[in-house]
């Protein structure tokens, strides 16, 4: 049986303006898109994260800061549970619901104030 | 049908002023969001998987046209092209921004709309048979006495931070629409031998984690003392719910923690002292309210029928969608929004307009919105049938299977739900897809799917019921039997070990070919099959037949 792959963590949010979900991207910057995630492999990189998180929480930015736990699966950054495979991805069943409009482009990166 | 008065618009108003600033707080940093967070759930705004959600009340689900036009217009302004009807009578939109909501709000207001307690440990929505007012089997319109409770229960001081969130349904038909016995105070109104209206009042029922069915505490309540018995029956529940503990803090809980008998006693008392004070309605008072849910001037000298050539498609919808009126020139329509295939509850703001536009020209300008996530037309004149359904086959809304298997309720689930374990969607759309060809052989059948234990998918009461949950951070799915919500109310059961979301499938086909195989005939419900046969043969075709 194969070895699975080590855990690692990403972190995540919702924007405060929209509420749409965010990751935190290796520029330290607030991307909607998944694979942008910056990854953290060791204990130090975690507390780096979630200090990031509460700090940008506490400036209002981003609300409910949480680490995600993921694998990396042939090169791709893979959400452990389905939910967050989910949230990481979107609804999977929008192609079937009537009326959907998509949002123009993806949103830009959340930048620090300056 | 029921219109603002000075004080309702004023209180709407104001709390959309007050929401906007707290808005602005929350957006400048003023507010932290643990100090935001009570506000805006006051205000339905919850925070969601993917984005905010703002979920509307619709009192007994009831809109007009011009309700509905506004609900399509905030989807296509404010949100991404369409919303979802609940399982409590509710819309909510999924994609709306925290900065729009002000605006939202005001928009609503402009209808006699808001989102006030569509949140939060208070009295929520209150519900009633979506056929109400225009059934032939009720004793009278249940709808005015949900509308003096809306207006007892809005911002309520005293129940404004109960243990847990509260809700109440209204039935006065023979056919229990309402599911009330699984809320926490049902309500069924009924003519006493003298022919007055009183209530039978049902207390501590609900799904979720433990599900329980109402107990009858109060038979015979006279309707001038509606309002007093649930102050007094709230209190009590105010006063001896837990609040140490999310998950007893339900009033079924204490109703089944003291007893339905000691819990009926201590209520009792406390009505007593307070039946004849400010609370007991004056008979004027009750038939205000019923004044503005007098029903529509049913023309008498309806033209003859002129029935369409033959055409199975429309037979089929009549056959299934429609439903015997009080009036016998007219029909009771349900417009299912249950696509085969389709996201069940979901409706664009293109068939929202159009929906509205059918509305008005055919159904006195009313549209309700069911318990089961469908839409009614409640007024229909016979004659305008035909033209009726190729109008919402135009808007692909004229699927012919309200109360078939296809029929499903589902909860948003994973795919939207911060709490959820597993998506409902995708798997209803796929049974959907998969007893489709023999829906019509199968006959009435009601399958709910919850996303998580939370229940919102009413899957305690599905003939059939799924529930999600998360086992090893995959989706997988319970499957119970056996549950209803109507007037013979029972909780199902599961039937054994879980499966996948593949294996719920073929699952819940083997459950319906078992009882195709097994029952005396057509006439012979699931239910009634069910009830005949037991689990036993169920589990047999699930477990034992499968694993040979």
Not at chain 2, 70 to 87: E, M, N, P, V
Not at chain 2, 419 to 434: D, K
Request: hydrophobic letters at 40%; one cysteine or more; a neutral charge.
């Amino acid at each position: 049986m194969s070895k699975k792959p080590a855990a690692l963590s990403v972190l995540t949010a919702n924007r405060l303006s929209d509420g749409v979900a965010v990751f935190l991207d290796f520029e330290g910057a607030w991307s909607t898109i998944f694979a942008e995630a910056s990854v953290a492999s060791n204990p130090d990189e975690v507390r780096a994260l979630e200090d990031r998180g509460a700090y940008d929480a506490q400036r209002n930015i981003i609300v409910e800061p949480y680490l995600v736990e993921v694998r990396k699966i042939d090169g791709t950054l893979v959400p452990v549970r389905q939910r967050e495979r989910v949230r990481a991805a979107g609804p999977s069943i929008l192609g079937d619901v009537p009326g959907y409009v998509a949002p123009p482009a993806p949103q830009p990166r959340i930048r620090e104030a300056a | 049908m029921y219109r603002y008065d000075e004080f309702d618009a004023a209180f709407v108003r104001q709390r959309v002023a007050q929401f906007r600033g707290q808005v602005e707080r929350r957006l400048s940093g003023e507010l932290t969001e643990d100090e935001f967070k009570p506000l805006r759930l006051m205000n339905g705004v919850y925070l969601q998987l993917h984005a905010y959600m703002l979920r509307i009340a619709i009192p007994y689900g009831t809109l007009s046209s011009r309700q509905m036009r506004k609900l399509a217009h905030i989807a296509r302004t404010y949100d991404r092209g369409y919303g979802h009807f609940t399982t409590r009578q509710n819309l909510q939109f999924n994609w709306p921004s925290l900065k729009d909501m002000p605006a939202i709000l005001d928009e609503l207001a402009d209808v006699e709309m808001h989102a006030i307690q569509t949140s939060g440990n208070c009295i929520r929505n209150v519900t009633a048979d979506h056929f109400a007012g225009a059934t032939a089997d009720e004793v009278a319109d249940p709808r005015p006495y949900a509308e003096i409770i809306r207006q007892w229960s809005s911002l309520h001081p005293e129940f404004s931070f109960l243990p847990r969130k509260f809700k109440v349904a209204v039935n006065a038909a023979t056919s229990d629409r309402a599911a009330i016995q699984v809320h926490d105070i049902g309500l069924q109104l009924k003519r006493a031998r003298n022919g007055a209206l009183v209530f039978d009042v049902y207390v501590g029922g609900g799904q979720g984690r433990t599900p329980l069915l109402a107990k009858l505490i109060k038979p015979d309540l006279p309707e001038e003392h509606l309002l007093s018995y649930l102050e007094a029956a709230l209190r009590v529940y105010n006063l001896h719910g837990r609040r140490d503990n999310k998950y007893k803090a339900r009033i079924k809980i204490l109703v089944h923690e003291m007893g339905a008998e000691a819990y009926a006693r201590e209520v009792e008392a406390e009505w007593l002292r307070i039946r004849d004070g400010a609370l007991k309605l004056p008979d004027a008072e009750i038939r205000r309210i019923e004044a503005y849910f007098a029903k529509p001037a049913f023309p008498r000298d309806i033209a003859k029928i002129k029935l369409p050539p033959p055409n199975r498609a429309f037979d089929r919808w009549v056959i299934r969608n429609t439903a015997t009126h009080v009036d016998a020139n007219h029909s009771i329509v349900t417009i299912s929004l249950k696509p085969i295939g389709g996201v069940p509850g979901d409706a664009s703001a293109d068939q929202m307009d159009a929906v509205a536009d059918i509305a008005e020209r055919y159904s006195y300008d009313e549209v309700r919105v069911s318990h089961e996530q469908n839409l009614v037309l409640p007024h229909v004149r016979k004659a305008d049938l035909p033209a009726v359904y190729q109008a919402l086959k135009a808007i692909g809304l004229a699927e012919a299977n309200a109360g078939l298997a296809t029929d499903i309720i589902a909860c948003p689930g994973l795919d939207y739900c911060a709490l959820a374990n597993a998506r409902s969607i995708p798997i209803s759309q796929r049974i959907s897809e998969r007893l489709a060809p023999k829906q019509d052989v199968i006959g009435d059948l009601k399958i709910k799917i919850s996303g998580c234990i939370n229940a919102c998918g009413h899957h305690h009461v599905g003939h059939i019921g799924i529930l999600g949950v998360e086992k090893r951070g995959e989706e997988h799915y319970q499957l119970l039997l056996g549950g209803s919500g109507a007037e013979d109310a029972a909780l199902a059961t599961i039937t054994g070990p879980g499966f996948g979301p593949d294996g719920i499938v073929d699952a819940v086909e083997t459950v319906v070919d078992t009882y195709l195989r097994l029952r005396k005939g057509p006439e012979e419900t699931f239910l009634a099959a069910y009830a005949r046969l037991g689990l036993d043969p169920f589990k047999e075709a699930l477990y034992v037949a499968e694993a040979a």
